[in-house]
């Protein structure tokens, strides 16, 4: 039987009614939570009624086999706290339908994956992390969320499912389809992006300690507080910043904790989220260095204590020639004219699995370049197209 865009269509917002948000297509289905391993039981299901063999490593991540040795098509399946619907799902409901499609017409040999934490509760792409090695297990176990779960707790509420690490020379390569998170396809009337290398990124834990003290007696230049601190820090940062960046590169402090976060209250601590992103690794070593420096400059001119945590990240990434080459070729086969090579500025699994298999990945628009948030869409013809060009490119590959 051939490629069901229909099937694949209600498959992906079939997986949207786990952890559904109540808000236009929304989601909330992070890593590990009753959404996300209700989630992963019914993809298991879906993989077996496919013909696939449903398989959990011991991090939770979900294989889909389709035969001892097969092309790997995939994504994940978790969501930001306030997460749209196919960030992630896309790929791994496009891969299920191709590997299922394959399999009933007697196709080349394809398995389908959803890999574990892609969006960061506990690290940073922590399924693929620990299975491309990158990280072992135990030190993947450590790693806590911004409620101080762990990883290792909240993994043993799948220790009922979960077998054994499986080999990465059982797969030939990965392919992972996805939407853009970016307005670039849409504004230039494309409609597939071939990937050619995934930017690398970097992410660590900084906080400020200073003295919480009475918002109303405590002079100003007596003050050691704390979010005076993280505001400087952030003024600083950009200026030393200037001449290091190129337009490409980007920065974020994403997640910030204020205590005691109380209006009357000189703020006595604050812990907050860096990232930065940019497609050289030196670059990224230089942006390193700035930041701790000004964190540790700037903690001294305030009275505060600056602490920095481990630094977490991941290189850039190429994704292999030869799959660039079968998914330009499926690309101009079915939308002449209307796609073209392009990097990615978001990190995604395919750029851990480049380090240990070929791998390749494509993009289909997303809807004003929205994405981490309820509202991110794509139109569906734009997601059956993608869907088609996949499962052309996995046959060329897989055969």
């Known amino acids: 039987m051939p490629l069901d865009p229909q099937k694949f269509l209600d498959d992906l917002h079939k997986l949207r009614s786990f952890g559904a948000s109540g808000a236009g297509k929304g989601v909330v ?36 086999l389709g035969g001892e040795r097969s092309l790997l098509l995939g994504s994940h399946s978790d969501s930001q706290p306030e997460g749209g619907w196919l960030d992630g799902a896309l790929g791994v409901i496009a891969g299920l339908e191709v590997a299922r499609a394959a399999k009933e017409d007697g196709g080349p040999p394809i398995s389908c ?19 491309s090695g990158k990280l072992t297990l135990e030190e993947a176990e450590g ?26 020379d059982r797969f030939t390569g990965f392919l ?28 660590m834990r900084i906080s400020f300690e200073g003295r919480q003290n009475h918002a109303g007696t405590t002079p100003m230049h007596l003050r050691r507080d704390a979010f ?36 009357s209250v000189v703020p006595g601590r604050v812990e907050f989220s860096m990232q930065w992103r940019d497609a050289e690794a030196d670059r990224l070593a230089r942006m390193e260095n700035i930041i701790k420096e000004t964190a540790q400059e700037i903690a001294a001119g305030h009275g505060v204590k600056a602490e920095l945590g481990p630094l977490m990240g991941i290189e850039p990434a190429a994704m292999d020639a030869r799959f660039q080459a079968e998914l330009a070729d499926a690309a101009e086969a079915l939308a002449p004219g209307k796609w073209k090579k392009m990097p990615s500025g978001a990190l995604h699994d395919a750029a851990n699995m ?32 993608g869907l088609q060009v996949l499962d ?4 060329a590959l897989a055969g």
Request: aromatic share 8%; proline share 4%; hydrophobic share 45%.
């Open 29 to 64: 289905r992070q890593a590990y939570s009753d959404a996300d391993i209700a989630a992963r039981k019914w993809l298991a299901g879906r993989m077996k009624e496919a013909g696939l063999e449903p398989h959990f490593d011991p991090l939770g991540n979900l294989f889909g």
């Open 392 to 395: 052309r490119a996995a046959r």
């Open 354 to 385: 480049a380090t240990v298999m070929p791998a390749g990945m494509l993009f289909v628009p997303s809807i004003g370049g929205i994405s981490h948030a309820f509202d991110e869409d794509t139109d569906e013809a734009d997601l059956v197209l």
């Open 143 to 168: 790693f806590a969320d911004d409620q101080g779960n762990t990883l290792a707790d909240m993994r043993g509420r799948m220790a009922d499912l979960v077998g054994d690490f499986l080999p990465h």
């Open 176 to 203: 992972e389809m996805h939407i853009e998170q970016g307005p670039y396809l849409e504004e230039t009337g494309l409609r597939i992006g071939v990937v050619t290398d995934i930017v690398g990124i970097r992410d």
């Open 228 to 263: 005076q601190a993280l505001s400087a820090f952030n003024a600083a940062l950009n200026s030393r910043f200037a001449n290091v960046v190129t337009p490409a590169t980007v920065w974020t402090i994403g997640h910030v904790a204020l205590h005691p976060n109380a209006s």
């Open 113 to 131: 994956v959803s890999f574990q934490d892609e969006e960061g509760r506990f690290g940073v792409l922590t399924g693929s992390d620990v299975w």
